[in-house]
């Protein structure tokens, strides 16, 4: 573990939205290109310099690199501690790199833009902190710093029903949170009566060993915060009224990135805090996930407006990450995460999409489209792109993750894998059934034939995230390789038996091995 103490470039990191939230303050309202100009700027900064942190990133070290400590409660045992690894140097790259995509699809916002670009950088510094913190006390801060920018950008910034889908978010959210906060605070009080170190460092948590019924009562305080947050099935039904009235940069954030808050609460805390829990649990979590990836598919068959239809498909989708974390093996954590980082792009480029279209038409019923190809043909071909990344066609980004997902859960639980292999067909038949309304048949609406095809702001936004849907359907292999070591490091948290290397690096000697489980 390469460690430092004091700041560093994970602080850094952190800071630049917040400094470019602060240069904000001191602009005139009416100057928008320039606050634009400001927000874009930091938000641009931090994903190159999030790219000079991954070059500094060692692949095949599984340990915590970067690690700063600093000294911020010491009477109370809380430090801030921040660390990267494999598992969270890919959600912090896809976190810096949606948000200068999400403020320039923001350009059209007109109201309060000073506040609402404000709210942006301050909610990615709250993401990027939570992938980062090492520090319990600091995770939660960070967790719940996040609430309140969205809050504000659902609650000010979004549709008729605003307020209802913006308390609704914050109430379940906090709900879960304050369960997770006296877990945290019980652990570390246990932590300090055992090894008389009162402690939140979650890497000297990891050691703590407890009896098996206290596991299970702090897994269900800190799985039900994640849960809500993933979401999982049946604590999902804040996550469509969200997504509808979300403005479109707050749809792209929430589903990008927020969610795989969720999942990776699961893998980073849940899971290794309370191996014992977590195994004795799994079986009750494949049947929450699969239910979740098959109800979600149903349910997005029927929507009439296409962003809750995608809404739906966020909660499929995540059914699926699930699933293949809870396979506690190396292709199902892999394709778990991998899943995490093809969801948030392709998710995040259909509500991009859905938000293009609808600046143009003001509507997002599905009915009021048809026959888009003839007015809006480079529009077309890559929702079709997007359309088919969501479904998991081979060559695109969504079907290494959903192979990987399926190959690792079908060696622990076969039926239920199965049950879950119906979720892709149900994708793929709501997913071609909304494309094929939207963009195909007679272009019979007077109102569709005024469409003008994408602007070059739209183009900006949409051929780097088309790019990498494609290069990681392609070549996954550098996306993995990075991932391996640090999920192994993971697993050997949970199970005490060695852990075997993923199926693409066991390739050469011609077989397949099982993964320790």
Known sequence: MMSAHGFGDLTLLLAIPVIGAALLLFLPRRQSAGLFTIALLASGLAFLWSLKIFDRFDGANGEMQLVERVAWMPAFGIQYIVGIDGISIFLVLLTTFLMPLALLASWTVRDKVKEYLIFMLLLETGMLGAFLALDLVLFYVFWEVMLVPMYFLIGVWGGTRRIYAALKFVLFTMAGSLLMLVAIIYLATRHAQVTQVLTFNVLQLYDLHLPFDQQIWL???????????????????????????????????????????????????????????????????????????????????????????????????????????????????????????????????????VGMIYDRRHTRMIAEFGGLWKQMPVF????????????????????????????????????????????????????????????????????????????????VILAPIIFLILYMGVYPQPFLSRMQPAVEVNLRRIFTMPVTPVAAQSSASGEQKNDGR
């Open 219 to 353: 897994f269900l305080a800190f799985a039900l915060s994640f849960a809500i947050k993933v979401p999982l099935f049946p604590f999902h039904t804040w996550l469509p009224d969200a997504h509808v009235e979300a403005p479109t940069a707050g749809s792209v954030i929430l589903a990008g990135v927020l969610l795989k808050l969720g999942t990776y609460g699961f893998l980073r805390f849940a899971m290794p805090l309370f191996p014992d829990a977590a195994i004795a649990l799994m079986p009750y979590l494949v049947a929450l996930s699969v239910i979740g990836i098959v109800y979600g598919a149903l349910v997005a068959m029927m929507q009439s407006d296409i962003k809750k239809l995608v809404a739906y498909s966020s909660v499929s989708h995540l059914g699926f990450v699930m699933l293949g974390l809870c396979a506690l093996n190396m292709q199902g954590v892999q394709g778990g995460i991998y899943q995490m980082l093809s969801h948030g792009l392709s998710t995040g480029a259909l509500f991009l999409m």
């Open 380 to 459: 077309s071909v890559l929702l079709l792109v997007v359309t088919f990344s969501s479904i998991g066609l081979p060559g695109l980004n969504g079907f290494v993750g959903e192979f990987l997902i399926l190959l690792g859960s079908f060696s622990v639980t076969p039926r239920w894998t199965a049950v879950a292999a119906t979720g892709v067909i149900l994708g793929a038949v709501y997913m071609l059934w909304m494309f094929r309304r939207v963009i195909f048949g007679p272009l019979n609406n007077p109102e569709n034939q005024k469409l003008h095809d994408l602007n070059c702001r739209e183009w």
